[in-house]
């Protein structure tokens, strides 16, 4: 019984019910929010030139930025009125944060 509402739960916080225009409106919140990070990403890229500054210090703001992300995407269960936001505002900080990391990992290894 614990185990069906905990399922029941997960499956309302991000917005699916028994109903097929509802499975839609989900599929819909994640394209959205899969686009969203994407834009952010490629937003974050158009900025690649200052990356070149200090590497160590980008490199560990990439990391806090991805843990911030992962914060967010968990905090879209504890709020689900509010999933399509911040699962918005995670997936661009995460995205972000992943092209800061790949972007600096090789030549501080390099540097090593």
């Not at 560990?60 to 709020?79: I, K, N, Q, R, S």
Request: aromatic residues 8%; glycine residues 8%.
């Amino acid at each position: 019984m614990q185990r069906q509402k905990l399922i029941n739960f997960a499956i309302n916080s991000v917005g699916a019910s028994r109903n097929s225009s509802a499975s839609a409106a989900v599929a819909i919140k994640w394209i959205l929010k899969d686009g969203a990070g994407r834009v952010g990403k490629m937003l974050f890229v158009r900025q690649g030139k200052k990356f070149d500054y200090d590497l160590k210090q980008l490199w560990f703001a990439g990391d806090l930025l991805m843990e911030l992300g992962a914060g967010v995407e968990l905090a879209t269960a504890a709020v689900p009125h509010l999933f399509l936001p911040l699962a918005c505002a995670a997936n661009v900080v995460k995205n972000g944060a992943a092209v800061t990391s790949t972007s600096t990992r090789t030549p501080i290894y390099k540097a090593c």
